[in-house]
């Protein structure tokens, strides 16, 4: 039976309904700093804190629960004969409800303040006396989040108690909250260390943005959080229109944002399957959508389609012409809107934030693969044949580099004049990516490859098919072979130093 009631809160939303409840249920309050006023504001009865520990508050409130009196009576078992017969010789009465949320660390931890002021915000004794009451959750009801606050009262309303089933929730939910506050603090730390620990854990904070209709399939379901830092793409997109996305949407979009986030210059993406099929820069976002849409015109039906310039109505007049999922670009003139939102289901997405990841996460049976994100593009440009590249070509060189990035090994792009016009990746084998890049690029000129020629039979394939320059990372055993192919056909070669396989 729940006779006294600890509250403690820094988000007071609702709290006065609630208490006010509990009171009318005849259960006596006990309340700290900010809370303890309010509520007597409000004319509820309340205890505050030190009158019960007898200790008054201390070091700027950063001491005012940690005390055996609020602890004892949280932590005790209520049908533990040694442990109430403790509680009665020090004269401590039992807390049966704790409510409390905590110190807003995920959010100030966003706003700039100086690291001093940042750490003032990592709760103490909100999370103690938390986790104090999920531990004992059989005779203690602990409640971290106002949501619950009306579950609470119906239970009681209906019953006079609440369940073994919601104080177990609600325990769950207090050590969810405080894994991900937890990892937060130690995220932040970790950022603000000049040299970089070697930890034995991974901290990870998520917060959930929204349960899917489905994953990959209809048969899995899927669920998407994002970070509680609140940086990068996912947290900062605004949609326009259309449906919902998806888990594949997603996946799709996070490639081809960060494929246009590669270049300065303006930059269109078309996507499908998450491998991208047409990619081009142009003076405009019509040249570029164009452009890309020309790289493959089959593929990018029923794809993804990201710019990183403001979408005209020209460039979403084109677009229309065909069945996209999404168009994302930082902005959206009016009139553009008006042309894409004429396809209800069009899914338009403005996102202004550039990808901020510094790891990349993924699973396989029985843990995870953590690696720092792909940031860097070529470690030395070096000409290692006899014939150098004119600047156009390195420019071509380049610009397939950046897309090569994105495609699944092995990955092979084609370029011609700003238009990755060829991209194959996924295969088994590096001539057959070969192959298949080059025809379907047509008249493309310039090949980039994400990793070393094992042997010289790539570069054979490209003369034979009218490939003028070659840009790879180098580094295989037989190097020399491809440059003695490159030199016989006149074909100059550069090699970078930075291989960016995509498994």
């Known amino acids: 039976m729940i006779k006294r009631a600890l509250i403690s809160v820094y988000d007071k939303t609702g709290i006065v309904d609630f208490t006010k409840f ?3 249920q005849g259960i006596e309050i006990i309340s700290t700093g900010g809370t303890y006023k309010l509520l007597q504001e409000n004319n509820i009865e309340v205890k505050e804190v030190a009158e019960v520990t007898k200790a008054a508050e201390m070091l700027d409130g950063r001491v005012k629960t940690l005390h055996p009196v609020v602890h004892g009576g949280i932590l005790a078992i209520r049908d533990n004969e040694e442990h109430m017969n403790t509680l009665k010789e020090r004269e401590i009465d039992t807390i049966d409800l704790v409510c409390v949320n905590l110190y807003p660390f995920f959010e100030k931890a966003r706003e700039g303040l100086s690291f001093e002021d940042t750490v003032e915000f990592i709760d103490i004794g909100g999370p103690t006396m938390l986790r104090s009451a999920a531990k004992n959750f059989k005779d203690v009801v602990v409640i971290c989040d106002a949501a619950d606050y ?37 995220e932040y730390l ?11 854990y991974l901290a990870l904070s998520y917060e959930k943005f929204d349960d899917l209709r489905y994953g990959e399939n209809p048969h899995q379901e899927a669920t998407v959080y994002t970070n509680t830092n609140k ?25 081809a944002w960060k494929v246009v986030n590669e270049f300065e210059e303006i930059a269109c993406c078309g ?37 990183n310039t403001t979408v005209t109505k020209e460039a ?4 229309k012409k065909t069945f996209l999922e999404i168009v994302i670009a930082p902005g959206f003139e009016e009139e553009a809107l008006e042309v894409l939102k004429t396809k209800k289901n069009l899914r338009i997405i403005r996102c202004t934030a550039k990808p901020s990841d510094k790891k990349e996460v993924i699973s396989v049976d029985g843990g995870i693969l953590v690696q ?12 290692v044949t006899e014939a150098a590249p004119t600047k156009e070509q390195m420019d071509d060189m380049i610009f397939g580099m950046k897309v090569c990035k994105y495609v699944k090994s092995n990955a092979i792009v084609v370029v011609k004049d700003g238009m990755a ?36 039979d790539c570069v054979d394939e490209a003369h034979k098919n009218g490939i003028r320059a070659i840009i790879q990372p180098g580094g295989s055993v037989r190097d020399q072979e491809s440059i003695d192919a490159c030199n016989e056909y006149g074909i100059p070669m550069v090699f970078t130093g930075i291989r960016h396989f995509k498994h």
Request: overall charge negative; hydrophobic content about 40%; proline content about 2%.
């Open 190 to 200: 970790l950022n603000n260390c000049e040299e970089k620990p070697s930890n034995k």
């Open 22 to 24: 509990l009171r009318g």
């Open 316 to 319: 979403a007049e084109e677009m």
């Open 372 to 383: 720092d994100t792909d940031k860097k593009l070529v470690e030395d440009i070096k000409v």
């Open 421 to 456: 016009k060829g991209i194959a990746g996924g295969q088994v084998n590096r001539i057959w990516a070969t192959e298949q890049a080059i025809e379907r690029a047509g008249d493309g000129v310039v090949l980039a490859s994400d990793a070393f020629f094992p042997f010289r």
């Open 271 to 307: 996507l499908k399957h998450n491998s991208p099929c047409g990619v081009a820069l142009g003076s405009t976002a019509f040249e570029a959508y164009t452009k890309a849409f020309s790289c493959d015109e089959v593929s990018i039906f029923g794809g993804i389609v990201a710019v």
């Open 150 to 186: 009306s579950t609470i009262a119906e239970e009681i309303s209906s019953t006079g108690q609440v369940s073994f089933e919601t104080r177990k929730k609600l325990a769950m939910k207090v050590f969810n909250l405080t894994t991900a506050y937890d990892s937060a603090i130690c």
């Open 231 to 255: 940086q990068g793409m996912l947290n900062n997109i605004e949609i326009l229109n259309g449906k919902a996305l998806s888990y594949n949407n997603i996946k799709d979009m996070d490639i």
